[in-house]
Structures are given as C-alpha cells and as structure tokens.
C-alpha cells in the first residue's frame, strides 16, 4: 500500500527560528516528490523533486531528496509569520493516471 | 490513519460526454470535501466546496452547471463533469477535511 508519513504533525518556533519538516514515503513506482504550502485555499506548490542529494533553494525554503532512504526534508530558515501554513507532502507514482499520494501535513506556526 | 480515494484513477472520454468521479473518505466521515484542479507546473486550483446535504461553493471562474458536484453521504461527494471537452482534461484531486484536509490520490481525465 502507497503511503506517505509527514513529522511532525504540529509545530509552533519563534520568529527567526529554523525548522525542518520532514517526508518519508513508501510507494511503488516512484515519479517525484512535491511540496505544497497551504494557507487557505488551495495549496501552492513550492518544490518538485525527481533527483536524489540535488537541493532545490527558492529564498529561505529549501528541500532535498533522498530516495535510497525513501524520504525528503523541507527546511525553512529564518522562520516569518507568514510561513505559518500547513505543508503538505506529495509523492507521484508512475501509472497511468500519475497518481498524487499526499501526507497529512505539517501545521507550521511562527510566532512573533 | 484517514484514507480517501478516489474511482476512477484515469478515465479517457470522447468529447461531449459526461464523466463522473467519486471520492469517498474510507475510514471516517467528512461534512466538507473539496474539489481541486492540477495545472502544468503543479500548481492546485481549488475549484469548490461541497457540503454534505446543500449545495457546493464554486470558486469564481468555475461553471457549476459544467462541474456538477453532489455530496449526497458524509462519506462521499461526485464531481461530474458534463459535456466533457478536451480543455477539460486534466487532474482532478478531492480532499476531506477532518482534523486536517486528507487528499485523494487523483483523477486524471482526458478528453479526446
């Protein structure tokens, strides 16, 4: 059975802080792995990753692969309120249908 | 852990026909289920609302009369799709909010 696990469930830092989510993932055929941010409505895609130990970097936020371990972390550095979000961790599968499994998330809050 | 599927995984229709799709939430129960829409880049648009026992809120820009959604039960919602046309093509993804929002593994439609 496909499945994605997302740690922690909850988090709340301060301003300023560091944090890293992490994803591991049990799937069969694996295609990629991607990460969503969600705030409100629909979650904001943030990174696609296909390639193990390759870093994706957008500003503050970063996230690698490692598919031997079967797992990926997000990492934000120098944590603002407005990261306060859900993220959400998706793993696609090579059928047909290109299949999305998503994790449960991770409520991220920053206070100030 | 809370499951959502969703039937059928990938369904290949001729244009003008009516397609449905079901997502049901396995092992609990589900008074909201959202209905989102994959775009090239990953991007997720969330495109209604459904509400068991009333009507769906549709996000500005999607047609209710062309994506028709039912959430008849707390544990399933249909979004069908009528008149189907090739523009229509695309990933279509549910999720049921519980403690969090738990995401269907997708649908992916295509319109010949």
């Known amino acids: 059975e496909d499945k994605v696990v997302q740690s922690p469930l909850s988090l709340v830092v301060h301003e300023g802080d560091t944090v890293t989510l992490n994803c591991s993932y049990e799937v069969t055929n694996f295609r990629s792995l991607l990460w969503y941010k969600q705030e409100k409505k629909a979650p904001t895609f943030l990174f696609m990753l296909?390639?193990?130990?390759i870093e994706k970097k957008s500003g503050r936020l970063s996230s690698i692969l490692d598919k031997k371990e079967l797992f990926s972390i997000l990492n934000i550095t120098a944590t603002q309120t407005g990261d306060s979000a859900v993220y959400l961790c998706a793993v696609g599968v090579l059928t047909g249908a290109n299949n999305l499994f998503f994790g449960t998330g991770t409520r991220l809050t920053v206070i100030p | 852990g809370a499951v959502v599927s969703q039937h059928p995984s990938w369904v290949i229709c001729k244009s003008g026909t009516s397609v449905k799709i079901e997502c049901r939430s396995l092992?609990?129960?589900?008074?909201?289920m959202f209905w989102y829409r994959q775009f090239p880049k990953k991007s997720l648009m969330l495109m209604a609302t459904s509400n068991e026992g009333s009507k769906a809120t549709y996000e500005q820009g999607v047609e209710k009369d062309k994506f028709l959604i039912n959430h008849a039960s707390l544990t399933l919602s249909t979004l069908t799709v009528t008149s189907a046309h090739p523009e229509d093509s695309s990933f279509y993804i549910c999720?049921?909010?519980?403690?969090?929002?738990?995401f269907g593994p997708g649908t992916r439609l295509t319109v010949l």
């Open positions: 092992d609990f129960q589900a008074t909201t």
């Open positions: 999720s049921a909010q519980a403690y969090t929002q738990y």
């Open positions: 296909t390639s193990s130990g």
